[in-house]
């Protein structure tokens, strides 16, 4: 199959024939069809999250099932489905508590850059290839753990399904699940990306009444209003804290939501809402990055510092809810898939990525 591959840090991915393996017994061979860009793989490329080399990057996919291992119910051949990036085994310590994305199973593959039980399908037994998130999108074919797949209606567009696989039910979940936005609420979103539009988007639908949309860019505003919210304020040169402050009647905002991942925004939420509310911590920081909050506001204001993985939730029902609202046009998806490029093109849509370009670009095959 025709893969892209992560040599080195910091270099272009290398477009080549990749050998891919037959699905183990609980695996599937997914053919992917869209897969988006996202923030973790540019992450990952920079060498930022360290993935072991070589690997094949992408976790943010949507395709149609080829074939399943002996021991696969889950899905069949010609099954259209949503991969999600957080597998799970149904058994572990974390899954019983219903924590799935924290999986202890899928950890281990992941960091080890294998499927489960060190399990690896990509490449030759010579030249071994990692797997990124049990995914590893960015190629024709994927092997992934069954639990990866969840099954959509046929009508549902693959780029649609792809971005559902990751930036939407990152941003959804956070409102959702996390910060449990209730109407007539104030809000605040860090960082209009991929995440972030999601974030504003959910917090509409759940009726807040003040959302403001926060980022060091202007030309963000635009968008971010089309998305819902009602206000914008530029963290460079606007006091965010006490704006905040004012459309809340002095008291700050009842949830804050960062999508950048960066120490000094993650501080601005925790400064930003109101005591009793909620900070949930969405972007990713740098390893080593550490955050700084006064310490002595920690008991009395009773803020609530949330970290947000996958939406907090389960990812796979909320990709079942981000449907059912874009099926009953209430969750506006199609405007957020940008362009589409074969793979060839993908160390562009990397750039593209870097230079803040907002609308998703999905790398699509043409089968
Ligand atoms: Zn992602
Ligand atoms: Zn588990």
């Known amino acids: 199959m025709k893969a892209a591959v992560l040599y080195n840090y910091d270099e272009d991915l290398v477009i080549e024939e990749v050998p891919i393996g037959e699905p183990g017994d609980r695996e599937v061979l997914v053919r992917i069809i869209a897969t988006g860009v996202c923030h973790s793989d540019l992450s990952a490329a920079k060498g930022k999250s360290r993935p072991p080399l070589p690997i094949i990057l992408g976790h943010e996919a949507a395709g149609i099932v080829e074939r399943t291992g002996s021991a696969v119910s ?17 058994e572990c310590f974390y899954c019983h508590k219903r924590l799935p994305t924290m999986c202890d199973t899928y950890g281990a593959a992941a960091g080890g850059g294998t499927l489960w039980n060190g399990a690896r399908r990509l490449g030759s037994a010579a030249k071994p290839i990692n797997h990124f998130t049990c995914l590893s999108s960015f190629a024709e074919l994927a092997v992934v753990p069954e639990s990866s797949c969840s ?29 449990r936005v209730e109407p007539g609420e104030v809000v605040g979103v860090i960082g209009v990306g991929g995440v972030g539009i999601n974030a504003i988007h959910a917090a509409s639908i759940a009726g807040a009444e003040a959302i403001v949309a926060i980022d060091i ?40 939501i960062d999508c950048t991942g960066r120490p000094d925004a993650i501080a601005l939420a ?22 700084c909050l006064p310490a002595s506001t920690l008991p009395n204001t009773q803020k609530r510092v949330i970290g947000s993985n996958y939406g907090g939730g389960v990812p796979e029902r909320d990709f079942e809810r981000i449907l059912a609202l874009y099926c009953a046009g209430r969750l506006d998806l199609d405007r957020q898939v940008g362009k589409r490029v074969p793979l060839d093109e993908i160390n562009d849509a990397f750039r593209w990525l870097e230079q803040g370009v907002l609308a998703r670009t999905i790398v699509c095959f043409d089968h």
Request: hydrophobic letters at 40%; glycine letters at 12%.
């Open 74 to 90: 889950k899905v069949r051949k010609g099954d259209h489905v949503i991969l999600s990036w957080a597998p799970n085994c149904g």
């Open 151 to 179: 099954k959509i209606e046929k009508d549902i567009p693959f780029e649609v399904a792809a971005l559902v696989g990751c930036a939407v039910t990152t941003g959804f979940g956070a409102v959702v699940n996390d910060a």
């Open 217 to 256: 860019n202007p030309e963000k505003e635009g968008v971010a209003r089309s998305f819902g919210a009602t206000h914008f304020l530029n963290s460079a040169t606007q006091d965010v804290a006490a704006e905040l402050k004012a459309l809340s009647r002095g008291r700050g905002a009842d949830s804050v």
């Open 270 to 291: 925790y400064d930003s809402a109101r005591p009793g509310g909620s900070v949930i911590s969405v972007g990713i920081a740098a390893k080593g990055e550490m955050v």
